[in-house]
């Protein structure tokens, strides 16, 4: 099992930044690839970036490509999401994934809000 807990959601207004971060804890986190989702209201949920284990293969939706950036530490334990440059469209519950070896994602952190102000 791994148990993941995000953290640094909030009010921004556009234009502003926020950094995401996810704990991990439980089996090795090195072992698995992670993941960012979010889930606007009235939507599904939609895929935004994604690391490998080492940080050497990183995904990132056309959506934010430019503007949000994946990265991990794995001495924390932790992935991060780094968000630029902020625009109301971005508002939305953002979830961090572990990815299992088949690739889908088995575990599942809480979520955090992110509103983004006009």
């Known amino acids: 099992q791994v148990q993941l807990v995000e953290s640094g959601g909030g009010l921004v207004q556009a234009g502003g930044s926020l950094r995401l971060s996810c704990a991990a804890s439980g089996r090795t986190f090195s072992n698995y690839g992670m993941g960012w989702f979010r889930q606007a209201p009235g939507k599904e949920r939609e895929f935004v970036a994604r690391?490998?284990?080492?940080?050497?293969?990183?995904n990132v939706a056309n959506s934010v490509k430019g503007r949000f950036t994946i990265s991990r530490d794995n001495a924390k334990t932790t992935v991060y999401l780094q968000m630029n440059s902020l625009r109301p469209d971005d508002t939305a519950v953002y979830y961090c994934a572990a990815q299992l070896r088949d690739l889908t994602y088995g575990y599942w952190g809480q979520g955090t809000q992110v509103t983004v102000s006009s």
């Open positions: 690391i490998s284990w080492n940080g050497g293969s990183i």
